[in-house]
């Protein structure tokens, strides 16, 4: 395999984390640089397998290399953005985080790349289509207005390789973020009480699978928009009970919200796992 250079933004989040070491795995040749905010440390685990780092400097909105200085794009094959802000409530003050760290940010990446002259594959995950209204677009939640933005304004600029990978929640080993099989799971003090009723859908793909989706529209250079939702991976709340194998869960009567459709899907690409499974999965290797 030839040697590739990947840049990773948000590298000490887990679904980052979980790429960069399976990048490592399939091709131990490639190069992984890790973005991080600036005066942050790259997390131990990843040791070893990131070799270089950046910085976002959000007062500049600039992406800078490890000697501070502006990065020139294109010294790397590709570009896989996961770095994000989610923040459930409505004040100001996370409503202007939000806005800097998933809109600002992003802009600022098209803006650097676009002025590359040799550009990279830019890939994007962008959930802003999970967390929407039924219908025409109207956000659910300032989250999904800031990504559905990032989105749109990626046409501005004149970015000759870019993909938009919307995903849903995922799931999968190592995983200490507050997502509802966690919290439902997590041995002290689990959740016990749902606001939302036994029938209301979810969908969630496996971190391994979302892993997958970005390397393949990598080998297979596919750009533009593609939807992770696939409908073997949607689930009530009831059957996710079932399936993580618990009990004394109640349910509330919070308005069930409809799922996003999957309008355009990966050509050709395949699920390795299933939600059905997602007991076994999250067991695996204890």
């Known amino acids: 395999m030839m040697s590739k250079k990947y840049l990773i933004t948000g590298i000490n989040g887990y679904i980052a984390t979980f790429m960069a070491q399976y990048i490592k795995s399939v091709n131990p040749k490639s190069e992984i640089c890790g ?110 207005a800031t990504k559905y933005y990032a989105e749109d304004s990626s046409k501005m600029f004149n970015l000759d390789k870019l993909t938009f990978l919307r995903i849903s929640d995922t799931y999968g080993l190592n995983d200490t973020r507050p997502k509802l099989h966690n919290l439902l799971t997590r041995k002290e003090n689990p959740i016990k009480n749902l606001n939302s009723p036994a029938e209301q859908k979810i969908n969630m793909t496996h971190i391994e699978d979302v892993t997958r989706a970005f390397l393949y529209c990598i080998e297979n250079n596919y750009f533009g928009v593609a939807d992770l939702y696939y409908k073997e991976n949607e689930v009530t709340l009831g059957k996710l009970i079932e399936l993580l194998k618990l009990k004394d869960v109640t349910f509330g009567d919070k308005e069930i919200s409809e799922l996003p459709l999957q309008t355009k899907a990966i050509p050709n690409f395949k699920l390795k796992y299933n939600i059905n499974n997602i007991y076994q999965d999250l067991k695996r290797g204890e």
């Open 35 to 144: 973005l991080l905010r600036k005066n942050s440390k790259l997390k131990e685990e990843l040791s070893g397998i990131v070799s270089d780092l950046a910085y976002y400097d959000k007062e500049k909105y600039l992406y800078l290399d490890s000697n501070g200085k502006e990065i020139d794009f294109s010294q790397f094959d590709y570009v896989i953005h996961l770095a994000t802000n989610f923040k459930g409530d409505n004040s100001t003050e996370s409503i202007v985080q939000l806005l800097e760290d998933n809109l600002l940010s992003t802009i600022a990446l098209y803006k650097q790349i676009e002025k590359s002259s040799n550009q990279p594959h830019l890939l994007v995950a962008s959930s802003w289509s999970a967390y929407k209204n039924f219908g025409e677009f109207a956000p659910a939640n300032p989250y999904s």
